[in-house]
């Protein structure tokens, strides 16, 4: 897996030689365009290093990134309050460094955990890569491995020096711990991006893609195997409510385009040439993931669909209609919202009338708890969730952004297990 690194600094992306805040080689205003660029390539790690250095943090951009991408976040995560917020802010995982020990890290589910072993010259190092800590990575590794799902392995001592990265220490962590490695710290060349891949280990990409080393389209690339339908790889699209729309083929220039612009291209087999999805009906995609499966054969876009997918007239996909569930109902709510042909209906009345839809939920609630027949517990659960999606969509607020809430509490802080049920997770 690749993982571009998107390290926040002042509300910039920088990039720093050997985590020296002095020292910075990249400093970039554009956040939101390069976490949309980077996260088509494969999941984003952002790291806040104010946070990380004790000097401020920017948890309110960190937020609006993890509203829009799956990413993995750390930096001066060092106390349950902060890796909290982080969660419910959206972070897919928490990169913890300072505070990985058995203790804190117990308190949260091990799949949402990865541990930082920051080394230098073998020894981990910890506050914002500051301060030794006396441990070996080797020993570090095996103390923790109960507690998270993943190493993110940093050589400091080569970090953003563009000299290579150390093959045989990232070979020797992947050999002693069942956890997933992913390495950082020195990487340049695709060669070594394709080496860690034999390992086992992913790559934590940064100083080398930011300064055109590395292209991330490549590494990419050297992931897959195109040897298995004459240099074509089949394609699942799924949109934004996760309902797949369609299946298609590409060769290696449209999946280039693909990341590089965000736009949905494929390959015609019938045709024997590319094409851009929309290019002639108008019924375009929008690529915000590009991501391959465990056997590297197959992809799979995650899209944005504007109008069908499928080439009939009368279907949305071409496995069918539309899917109508939350999702949907949500769009449906939001373009009455905005329709100036439904005004003064009972609907527009709702997202418009002061206390009207907040009476509602009120009533509905009431009347959800007075059911007791599975008939009647339906209905009413369904009244609930109709004026609940209006009371969001009148504050322009969206179900999304209820899931996310949820996925957060379900990875923030618990109760630690008594001694008699066993201290890791």
């Given at each position: ?15 720093l030689r ?22 088509r390539?494969?999941?984003l ?32 995560i060092?106390?349950h ?21 058995p203790e ?25 890569w ?11 590794a ?41 390495a950082a ?15 086992g ?7 080398a893609?930011?300064t ?20 074509l ?30 736009d949905?291209?494929?390959?015609s ?7 851009r ?8 995609q ?5 991501r391959?499966?465990?056997d ?19 279907q ?16 449906v ?19 418009s009338?002061?206390g ?27 009244d ?8 969001l ?8 952004q ?5 996925y957060?509490?379900?990875g ?11 201290s890791?997770?």
């Open positions: 897996m690749i993982v571009p690194s998107i390290d926040l600094l002042g509300g910039k992306v920088v990039q050997r985590g020296n805040p002095d020292d910075c080689a990249v400093a970039l205003d554009d956040v939101h365009g390069v976490a949309e660029q980077f996260a390539h494969g999941e790690a952002i790291i806040d290093l104010d946070a990380a250095l004790g000097r401020g943090d920017n948890t309110r951009l960190i937020a609006s990134l993890c509203a829009k991408h799956d990413a993995r976040v750390g930096g001066g060092r106390d309050d902060r890796a909290d917020l982080l969660l419910r802010c959206g972070a897919k995982k928490l990169i913890i460094g300072t505070k990985a020990t804190f890290l117990s308190h949260y589910p091990a799949e949402r955990i990865i541990v930082a072993l920051d080394s230098k010259g073998g020894e981990v190092v910890d506050h914002g500051t301060q030794g800590t006396g441990a070996r990575v080797l020993d570090r095996k103390e923790l491995s109960p507690y998270c799902s993943e190493f993110l392995y940093t050589l400091v001592d080569r970090e953003g020096l563009m000299g290579g990265t150390d093959l045989d220490a990232v070979r020797a962590l992947v050999s002693a711990t069942d956890r997933h490695v992913v710290g020195g990487i340049t060349s695709l060669q070594e991006v394709v080496e860690l891949d034999r390992l280990a992913s790559c934590q990409l940064g100083m893609i930011y055109g080393a590395l292209s991330l389209t490549d590494c990419v690339m050297a992931m897959l195997d195109w040897s298995k339908h004459d240099g790889l089949p394609v699942v699209v799924q949109d934004d409510r996760h309902q797949v729309v369609m299946h298609a083929w590409v060769d290696k220039e449209a999946l280039a385009f693909t990341l590089a612009t965000g949905g291209h494929y390959f087999r019938s045709r024997q040439q590319h094409w999805k929309g290019e002639s009906s108008g019924h375009t929008r690529v915000h993931q590009v391959y499966d465990c590297r054969d197959t992809l799979l876009y995650r899209i944005s669909q504007t109008g069908r997918s499928c080439h009939i007239p009368t949305y996909s071409c496995f069918g209609d539309e899917h109508f569930g939350l999702h949907r109902l949500e769009q709510l939001r373009s009455r919202r905005d329709d100036p042909a439904d005004a003064g209906s009972y609907t527009q009345r709702l997202l009338e002061p009207l839809v907040e009476a509602k939920i009120i009533e509905e609630a009431g009347e959800l708890v007075a059911a007791d027949s599975p008939r009647e517990i339906v209905w009413e659960a369904a609930v969730l109709f004026f609940t999606l209006a009371k969509a009148r504050h322009g607020l969206t179900l999304a209820v899931e996310r809430e949820l957060g509490r379900h923030r802080r618990r109760a630690p297990k008594g001694p008699e049920e066993g890791a997770p």
